[in-house]
């Protein structure tokens, strides 16, 4: 059984700093990549930024200089670095494991007020 737990979230002013972190533990044959997604209330769940196992990188336009997304020195844990916070940041964040499966977490709130 794969558990996947993210933490970090929280109630922050715009313009400041929040970093979130994943681990992901149990009997996980590969990991092929590891991403961020966050859901609004009335949206869609969307990509916010992955790592592949090779190190590289893709984000989202909206969050593009803002927000650093990286591997710890464990292979099955990721951060999301994430700056200069908006308060269309606000979302449930939800850490994705993508391998033979996709491994999902429960979501942590990220609140950015204005």
């Known amino acids: 059984q794969v558990h996947v737990v993210e933490s970090g979230g929280g109630l922050v002013q715009a313009g400041g700093s929040l970093r979130l972190s994943c681990v992901a533990s149990?009997?996980?044959?590969?990991?092929?990549?590891m991403g961020w997604y966050r859901q609004a209330p009335g949206k869609q769940r969307e990509s916010v930024a992955f790592?592949?196992?090779?190190?590289?990188?893709n984000y989202a336009n909206s969050v593009k200089g803002r927000f650093t997304i990286s591997r710890g020195n464990a292979k099955n844990t990721m951060y999301l670095q994430m700056n200069s916070l908006k308060p269309e940041d606000t979302a449930v964040y939800y850490c994705?494991?993508?391998?033979?499966?996709?491994?999902w977490g429960q979501g942590t709130q990220v609140t950015v007020s204005s």
């Open positions: 790592i592949t196992s090779g190190g590289n990188t």
């Open positions: 994705n494991v993508a391998g033979p499966y996709d491994y």
């Open positions: 149990g009997n996980i044959f590969r990991i092929n990549s």
